[in-house]
């Protein structure tokens, strides 16, 4: 991909785009040139573009990637994640720090307000998992998501963070040390999001969905009847990945009813490669 093409596609992910899945069809097809999409009235107005201000952005986030140990790739990019493809409307952009595994991932995710037992047998799981050969893929939290983030460590594992914010966001501030550790034993954080842009609701589900198109299967550890994790469930669902819940818990025992496959304790690892057809 030239230059310019990259530096196109680059300032969409910073604009607002109102026919985003159509655009970034298009663009992956090969039937768009982005930099003609930024210069085109017409096209702008077509898909409802407005990148006011994003070239001064544009500059000041290559500084940063030119000051850190920080990645980028854009919509059809060659080092473009090829899980996002999964998505209908992929982001323009994924930025990451540290490296990025090719190796099959698993999701867990559940409550930050967890008991011991359910973080006892998050890090567990991540443990076994990552022995396995897995991924373990979260979304950095208190609770759940920081267990099985640590619980990787122990197996020498991988392990990636999927930020709700930016980079200048980094959340929550007490794992930041989390973050920095994982970053040096080879895992990632990712971010879709400008660097400035401070997490919120619609991007915690937006991120959600990301974790759920990047892993062969879902785990929920712990989740209320009104849980974040749930989204990532119902991502899960959607993409046809396999989904597993601990029982116990409002939201995985709702989950458990829809068919989710139960996981009782640690033993249960061995089910979870089984279901998801991963034998490594």
Known sequence: MNKN??????????????????????????KCAPVEVLENKVLKNKFKIDNSGTEEVYEQEMEFFNNKNCNFAVLGDKNYPEHLYRLNSPPFICKWMGQLSKKPGICIVGARRAYRKEMELASSLANKLGE????????????????????????????????????????PERHIPLFRKIVKYKGALLSFLPLDLPPHAGTFIQRNKFMAAAAEAVIVIAAGKRSGSLYTAKFARKFGKKLFAVPGTKGCDKLLEKGAVAVHSIADYKIIQSETALHL
């Open 132 to 171: 396995a050969g897995y991924h373990i893929i979260s979304g950095g939290a208190y609770g759940v998501d920081g267990a099985a983030h640590r619980g990787s460590f122990s197996s020498k594992g991988k392990t990636s963070v999927y930020l709700g914010g930016g980079f200048y966001h980094l959340y």
């Open 5 to 30: 093409n990259e530096k196109a596609i680059y300032q969409l992910g910073l604009s607002t785009v109102g026919k985003r899945k159509e655009l970034a069809t298009l663009i992956i097809a090969g």
